[in-house]
């Protein structure tokens, strides 16, 4: 478990070939429902690969837990060497190869940073190329809510081009604590955009997560001038 509702899954195709996806884009998980209906949940692929050297095996999601939901009570059910159907990867919410962007400002609440986690070698190598800048805004209530904090602030520390930048709207860590933080911020994520000066000239954002919180950062940042083409946007629901 990443957090009280929220559990970290790693997959394996049966047939023991490597999934071959885009960081940012995710799967399907397919099953029915008690009375046969057929459904499907859609879940951001986490996995850290390096693309450079080929495709990877692991396929890793982070799967919210809905009380009474369907896909809650198939994810809990699973023990190891279970089989469950997927199809995939779908999606474009990627980063693109013919940005020439000088700053990636990427915005995220609970789950949504996933897709964030799954970049963190592309942007390596773009900080690295071209002297990208990044920041990780991730949103949640509180610091035992934050996803995959110490990926994102290990990277951090290693990589001085990149912020990860936590911002919980209940709690903050406890002083001395690990989770403590200069770059730790009280509040959503939309009411830190300001201490970061979106600029049309430099930066591309990328939004995803709650829709309230999506659609609340994609209008401040029109406000700060980035066409909408600069505001690449990802809405999760959770669903029963």
């Given at each position: 478990?990443?957090?009280?509702?929220?559990?970290?899954?790693?997959?394996?195709r049966?047939?023991g070939?490597?999934?071959?996806?885009?960081?940012?884009?995710?799967?399907?998980?397919?099953?029915?429902?008690?009375?046969?209906?057929?459904?499907?949940?859609?879940?951001?692929?986490?996995?850290?690969?390096?693309?450079a050297?080929?495709?990877?095996?692991?396929?890793?999601?982070?799967v919210?837990?809905?009380?009474?939901?369907?896909?809650?009570?198939?994810?809990?059910?699973?023990?190891?060497?279970?089989?469950?159907n997927?199809?995939?990867?779908?999606?474009?919410?990627?980063?693109?190869?013919?940005?020439?962007?000088?700053?990636?400002?990427?915005?995220?609440?609970?789950?949504?940073?996933?897709?964030?986690?799954?970049?963190?070698?592309?942007?390596?190598?773009?900080?690295?190329?071209?002297?990208?800048?990044?920041?990780?805004?991730?949103g949640?209530?509180?610091?035992?809510?934050?996803?995959?904090?110490?990926?994102?602030?290990?990277?951090?520390?290693?990589?001085?081009?990149?912020?990860?930048?936590?911002?919980?709207?209940?709690?903050?860590?406890?002083?001395?604590?690990?989770?403590?933080?200069?770059?730790?911020?009280?509040?959503?994520?939309?009411?830190?955009?300001?201490?970061?000066?979106?600029?049309?000239?430099?930066?591309?954002?990328?939004?995803?997560?709650?829709?309230?919180?999506?659609?609340?950062?994609?209008?401040?940042?029109?406000?700060?001038?980035?066409?909408?083409?600069?505001?690449?946007?990802?809405?999760?629901?959770?669903?029963?």
């Amino acid at each position: 478990m990443l957090a009280p509702t929220i559990g970290h899954y790693v997959l394996a195709r049966d047939d023991g070939q490597p999934l071959d996806f885009i960081p940012g884009q995710f799967i399907q998980i397919h099953f029915d429902y008690a009375d046969g209906t057929p459904a499907r949940r859609s879940y951001s692929l986490a996995t850290i690969h390096d693309h450079a050297m080929g495709p990877g095996e692991a396929v890793e999601i982070a799967v919210s837990h809905v009380p009474g939901g369907a896909a809650t009570a198939l994810f809990e059910g699973l023990a190891l060497g279970d089989r469950i159907n997927a199809s995939g990867p779908y999606g474009r919410f990627c980063l693109m190869p013919g940005d020439h962007n000088r700053r990636y400002l990427l915005i995220g609440t609970g789950t949504g940073v996933t897709p964030y986690r799954s970049m963190l070698p592309v942007l390596a190598q773009q900080m690295a190329e071209r002297g990208t800048e990044v920041v990780v805004l991730s949103g949640a209530r509180t610091p035992g809510e934050l996803l995959y904090a110490e990926d994102f602030r290990a990277f951090a520390d290693a990589h001085p081009r990149f912020r990860y930048v936590p911002c919980l709207s209940r709690e903050l860590p406890a002083a001395g604590s690990p989770q403590a933080h200069p770059d730790v911020r009280h509040g959503y994520v939309q009411q830190q955009l300001a201490e970061f000066a979106p600029d049309p000239a430099t930066d591309i954002a990328y939004l995803c997560g709650n829709p309230d919180m999506v659609d609340a950062c994609f209008e401040a940042l029109k406000g700060y001038g980035l066409p909408v083409p600069q505001i690449r946007r990802e809405k999760y629901v959770s669903n029963k």
